[in-house]
């Protein structure tokens, strides 16, 4: 399989037309586990005008409504993007279990949307880069149960249900552009093999 770079990935997503007012919108989807956060991270490196928006921060607990979350994005975010205006989200308290604290967001070059969802159709009329990042089963729950601690199991077990369900009405492995493994020796992913979107 071919690594890819992040480099060459930002090089991608720099050659996209933006969408969104002057913006280009890349999402980055995949199960939890599989490497979006690290990836976005990287990017951020190479991408010097982009913002990122983590779709853990707009969610609503564990069993989150995704099509609320969607409707909340385009109000808060995409519109006032679209019409290059600065938006402004409300982030979701997970301890208090409940939304609070306000994020202004400038209008920048790059906004990477980054979490489980965030290649919705719902926003294909805007978005420029639609990436999958993917990481066997047992690897992810690995990686969860390192980060968040054993106690979370059955929620980690509900949840990768929950997000199965969604990325399977949406289609969006098989709607994304890129479809990349998470897991290259070098930290940088490869290339899944298959045809690229039509």
Do not use: C, N
Request: glycine share 8%; charged share 30%; proline share 8%.
């Amino acid at each position: 399989m071919t690594v890819l770079t992040h480099a060459a990935l930002a090089e991608m997503v720099h050659a996209t037309e933006p969408r969104l007012g002057r913006t280009r919108l890349v999402a980055v989807d995949g199960p939890a586990g599989s490497g979006k956060t690290t990836l976005v991270s990287a990017l951020l490196r190479h991408l010097p005008d982009a913002a990122v928006v983590h779709m853990d921060d707009v969610y609503r607990g564990w069993d989150t409504d995704f099509d609320e979350v969607h409707e909340r994005l385009r109000e808060q975010v995409v519109v006032p993007l679209s019409h290059q205006r600065p938006g402004r989200y409300q982030r979701y308290d997970w301890y208090a279990d409940e939304l609070r604290d306000w994020v202004d967001l400038p209008v920048p070059g790059t906004l990477l949307l980054e979490g489980v969802g965030s290649g919705s159709t719902g926003l294909d009329d805007v978005r420029s880069l639609l990436v999958w990042i993917e990481v066997p089963e047992p690897e992810r729950l690995r990686r969860g149960l390192e980060r968040d601690g054993e106690a979370v199991l059955p929620l980690w077990q509900a949840w990768m249900r929950h997000e199965a369900a969604e990325h399977s009405r949406q289609d969006t492995r098989a709607r994304a552009d890129l479809r990349l493994l998470g897991d290259g020796p070098s930290g940088e992913p490869t290339i899944l093999p298959g045809p690229p979107r039509p």
